[in-house]
């Protein structure tokens, strides 16, 4: 089992939607660039240190905290309400490690349907619906006391009206723990030559490569900071420093967040988030809010549940 992480280990040093901010210069974002949890958006939106399953939509190796049984769940609305992002990831102890499994869907529905009359006007014929989702399966298992090494797999499926979308790639991850520092290596999309392909001969889009470095450091037991740089190359020279965040609990059982973040769901800008958890015996509830001052999405409102089972 060692040899087969550290195997993994290895590989991740070695290897590298529906809107607009998700595809750029015929390359293919994720849909989970919308989020994964209301934990981490209130963070700003710094991946690799959640405890719930929804860390396989992150970095795979993040599993590890995950702990026992997990399910959790997540949902944003999107569009004043006409769009809206979920998944739903759980994980589970298996062979030395945590295996897991999540999908994550952005749907826009009651879209209209047109066509042009003979006196060159548009009437509409009908309603129709469009989605983005990715299934997706990670597997995280310790390298030694510190570190942790992770591999997962993404599927792709689009509906595009008319058109069909489909694709798969892997990512790779470490995470490791000194003390009250944290660290997060994610290596997403990291197999070259695989695309999202494409019916109606629409052209194909290749996976954006993205290598995302981030850290936690706990400044006291109830007070800890995050940071999280993102090299993917597709987002804007000033938004490199992709997230820093903030978490404080005045109470064992409420967690205040705040944070700022270069936000997909609001166009590549940066937003500032903030967000509150209450953690209790079998079950952590997390709302998030982003304030993004973009019409249609000033303000974006999170939810999520984290059961341990």
């Known amino acids: 089992m060692r040899n087969a992480t550290r195997f993994i280990a ?5 290897v590298g939607l529906l809107t607009a901010p998700l595809v750029a210069a015929d390359t293919f974002r994720l849909v989970s660039a919308y989020g994964t949890s209301a934990a981490t958006t209130g963070v700003g939106g710094v991946e690799g240190f959640g405890s719930g399953a929804y860390a ?20 944003m609305g999107l569009a004043d309400g006409d769009s809206g992002y979920f998944n739903l990831a759980v994980s ?12 994550a869907q952005l749907q826009s529905p009651n879209l209209n349907s047109t066509y042009e009359t003979s006196y060159s006007e548009f009437e509409i014929s009908g309603n129709f619906s469009v989605s983005d989702s990715i299934f997706k399966l990670g597997y995280s298992a310790p390298i ?38 944290a660290l997060s ?30 850290a936690q450091y706990r400044i006291f037991d109830n007070l800890a900071v995050y940071g999280q740089l993102s090299g ?32 997909y769901a609001a166009g590549n800008h940066r937003t500032t988030v903030a967000g509150v958890s209450l953690s209790l015996a079998m ?22 549940v984290d059961l341990k089972l």
């Open 10 to 14: 290895v590989g991740v040093g070695v």
């Open 56 to 75: 396989v939509f992150e970095n795979p190796a993040a599993l590890r905290h995950s702990g026992g049984t997990q399910v959790s769940s997540y949902y």
């Open 92 to 103: 589970h102890p298996f062979w030395g490690g945590t295996v897991a499994a999540g999908f």
């Open 144 to 181: 030694n006391e510190n570190w942790t090494a992770g591999i997962g797999g993404t599927y792709v499926v689009q509906d595009l009206y008319q058109t069909k979308g489909t694709g798969w790639n892997l990512d790779g991850g470490l995470v490791g723990v000194y003390g009250n520092l």
């Open 185 to 214: 290596i994610a290596a997403k999309n990291v197999l070259g030559g695989t695309d999202v392909s494409y019916s109606n001969g629409y052209r194909s889009l290749s996976f954006q490569n993205e290598l995302v470095l981030g």
């Open 232 to 263: 993917d190359g597709a987002v804007e020279s000033d938004a490199k420093l992709k997230s820093v965040g903030i978490k404080y609990s005045p109470l064992s059982m409420i967690t205040l967040m705040a944070g700022s973040q270069a936000s």
């Open 283 to 304: 079950m952590d509830l997390h709302v998030s809010y982003q304030n993004t001052q973009m019409v249609g999405f000033e303000s974006l409102y999170g939810l999520s």
